[in-house]
């Protein structure tokens, strides 16, 4: 399968909550979560490395339609709700067509 869609989006938790806002985004890889979906490619959680509490997420999938379809279910907006809990301000988010490079 290739890539088709993703974005990359940088949140900004609440101060002191980049710990609590990783170890949730990263539940998103647990059986029957977004991420573990045949149809999503990459998944890739980071850390600013001078800024604790900011935390870059990159997607790769399938399809937008795949995209789509999956974050609007049960257990994708469960996360997407309490990611809201934990951000700051809203976030900067930037959809992209992958051309080519390299993912796991």
């Given at each position: 399968?290739?890539?088709?869609?993703?974005?990359?989006?940088?949140?900004?938790?609440?101060?002191?909550?980049?710990?609590?806002?990783?170890?949730?985004?990263?539940?998103?890889?647990?059986?029957?979560?977004?991420?573990?979906?045949?149809?999503?490619?990459?998944?890739?959680v980071?850390?600013?490395?001078?800024?604790?509490?900011?935390?870059?997420?990159?997607?790769?999938?399938?399809?937008?339609e795949?995209?789509?379809?999956?974050?609007?279910?049960?257990?994708?907006?469960?996360?997407?709700?309490?990611?809201?809990?934990?951000?700051?301000?809203?976030?900067?988010?930037?959809?992209?067509?992958?051309?080519?490079?390299?993912?796991?």
């Amino acid at each position: 399968m290739n890539v088709r869609y993703g974005f990359n989006a940088t949140l900004t938790a609440k101060p002191g909550m980049g710990d609590e806002l990783v170890d949730l985004l990263l539940t998103g890889l647990d059986e029957g979560k977004p991420a573990a979906s045949e149809h999503c490619l990459v998944y890739l959680v980071c850390r600013s490395a001078t800024d604790p509490d900011v935390v870059h997420v990159t997607e790769g999938w399938t399809s937008e339609e795949d995209h789509h379809r999956i974050f609007a279910g049960q257990a994708a907006q469960a996360i997407v709700s309490r990611v809201q809990e934990l951000v700051a301000a809203e976030s900067p988010y930037t959809d992209y067509v992958p051309v080519g490079g390299k993912a796991f």
